[in-house]
């Protein structure tokens, strides 16, 4: 399912871990899970209204994306005939200015966003403006033929023309904007096996779903047993900033099983960030904010606050650099900080400390504070944002 996504579920088990299991769930009761049934309860009832054409993407044909590939060559030789040199205009996906947000699907690009002209006759602009033309030629074969290809694949087409696999990567992301569908519609994939569309029939009696920021801590959780302690769970790790597919399947698991989501990250804005990157999106691909954003996402984790109350030793917190403060600044001022003054409060107190502190600095409270108590407290006593 990826090279960089991992995913786990507490669903199986040996028989000796059954039993394990069984022992722990009689001692925490079925009060356990309240909270996080509760919050399940008020999530489903947030997207009641939400209609079934507000969540589904919309399905182009075909025969539509090839007509949107053909507008844009005919603008190019329309240019060509009046002796004028082309241009494309490409939206801008880097400013913010260019994006809306919208607590019930994130980040979205806005109707009225600035654009970027890529022009023919310009030395800055002419090997991009060739290698769009490259890739557009590729990407209407593919659809044309229904077949489909990677970026690796697209990338060895013409390798001294594309220079790296980055420039493939960027532009394949330009054009899905600027013709305003999908990647998945364009017939390039990440890779051919990582194809969550495909995903069918989930079926899980999990009751929460737990995102970990670092695959580190990923597999202290697994050598610990979480998911045997605290089953029925799924984990799943983007391990760090979380690429296409990752945020694809927990976006299947909400849409599919609907139950909980919460993320674990680092108490530092780069791991905030992370979180809102599943949570909200990003300006980068704002423009596929429908099918890549899960609002209902909770952070579980580890807040600013945590650090102060569980009396997190000295010695394991680091002083915020330069880079995070400039970092932290940015953040405050997101459109979504608007409506969680609780995520404002811990990171102003994160900026007031000048302090951050990796997930494991709780190793240095007890060796198993992490799985034994501080996640079964977190988790029973409703202690996210």
């Given at each position: ?149 990677t970026k690796r694949d697209v990338y060895y087409n013409n390798t001294q023309l594309f220079g790296s696999q980055r420039s ?218």
């Amino acid at each position: 399912m990826g090279a960089r996504r991992e995913v786990t579920t507490g669903g199986i088990l040996g028989k000796k871990k059954e039993k394990k299991t069984s022992r722990v769930m009689e001692s925490y009761g079925t009060q356990f899970f309240s909270q996080i049934d509760k919050l399940r309860d008020q999530l489903l009832i947030s997207i009641d209204g939400v209609t079934d054409r507000e969540c589904v993407e919309e399905e182009l044909s075909p025969r539509e994306i090839l007509t949107r590939i053909e507008s844009v060559i005919l603008g190019i030789v329309d240019s060509l005939s009046k002796n004028e040199a082309p241009v494309l205009l490409l939206p801008n996906r880097s400013s913010w200015s260019n994006v809306d947000f919208d607590s019930g699907m994130g980040l979205q690009m806005s109707s009225e966003h600035s654009v970027t002209n890529v022009r023919s006759n310009c030395p800055s602009s002419v090997t991009r403006f060739a290698q769009i033309l490259k890739i557009l030629s590729v990407i209407y074969r593919l659809v044309q033929g229904n077949s489909y290809a990677t970026k690796r694949d697209v990338y060895y087409n013409n390798t001294q023309l594309f220079g790296s696999q980055r420039s493939v990567d960027i532009i394949v992301d330009d054009i899905s904007c600027m013709l305003k569908v999908s990647r998945r519609a364009l017939h390039v994939a990440v890779s051919v096996s990582s194809n969550i569309y495909g995903i069918r029939n989930i079926v899980s009696s999990a009751k929460f779903v737990l995102i970990v920021e670092k695959d580190a801590t990923f597999q202290r959780l697994l050598n610990d047993d979480f998911c045997a302690k605290l089953s029925p769970c799924i984990m799943i790790t983007g391990k760090g900033v979380p690429d296409v597919n990752s945020r694809l399947m927990v976006k299947k698991l909400w849409d599919t099983l609907q139950i909980p989501i919460f993320a674990l990250v680092d108490a530092d804005p780069h791991g905030f960030e992370i979180m809102c990157i599943y949570k909200y999106g990003s300006v980068a691909m704002s423009f596929e904010a429908h099918s890549l954003t899960v609002p209902s996402v909770m952070w579980l984790g580890l807040l600013p606050s945590d650090l102060q109350r569980l009396r997190v030793p000295k010695s394991s917190l680091l002083p915020l650099a330069r880079t995070d403060e400039s970092k932290l600044s940015s953040l405050l001022k997101r459109p979504y900080l608007a409506s969680h003054p609780e995520w404002q409060k811990e990171l102003e107190l994160m900026q007031q400390s000048k302090v951050k502190a990796e997930i494991q600095s709780l190793a240095d409270i007890s060796p198993d504070f992490l799985t034994s108590i501080y996640l079964p407290n977190k988790l029973r006593y409703g202690g996210w944002l």
